[in-house]
């Protein structure tokens, strides 16, 4: 049998290959990192990306409702003391490891097509106030 030549439309192995070294890691008492190519559709603390690149861990002690689905990686972790939500595509890990020794598999990372009728998550920051005086407006 030639597998060589994979049908198109077959699901990409990646997520699972994630899954597979995440729980790994997990039950060989590891902390699971994953390194992420940052770009416009990727959810992270942006003040931590360095030279387009963020890692992150994982492990179970550090995120909270993490979700590794076949399209989206999704967890809640503290930067700073600060907790933050956490959104990255699957195409965009480039990949995951045991932070104690290195062993893990990296990934070829994809482009992310966005779609022009999905609408961003957060809603845009309202202007700033002006310096000038304050402008109150009666609504009836």
Not at 9 to 38: H, Q
Not at 79 to 101: H, L, Q, T
Not at 106 to 119: K, N
Request: hydrophobic content about 40%; aromatic content about 8%.
């Amino acid at each position: 049998m030639d597998f060589s030549q994979a049908p198109a439309d077959l699901p990409s192995t990646k997520p699972y290959l994630v899954r597979a070294i995440w729980e790994w890691c997990n039950d060989n008492g590891f902390t699971p990192y994953m390194a992420v190519e940052v770009d416009g559709s990727c959810r992270v603390p942006m003040e931590f990306v360095k030279d387009g690149q963020i890692v992150l861990n994982i492990g179970m002690e550090a995120t909270n409702k993490l979700q590794m689905g076949n399209d989206m990686v999704s967890f809640q972790a503290r930067f700073g003391g600060v907790a933050r939500d956490i959104s990255v595509p699957m195409a965009r890990v480039a990949a995951v490891y045991a932070r104690e020794n290195g062993a893990g598999m990296a990934f070829e990372v994809e482009e992310v097509s966005s779609r022009e009728d999905e609408t961003p998550e957060d809603p845009p920051e309202p202007p700033p106030p002006s310096a000038g005086r304050p402008h109150l407006q009666r609504i009836k």
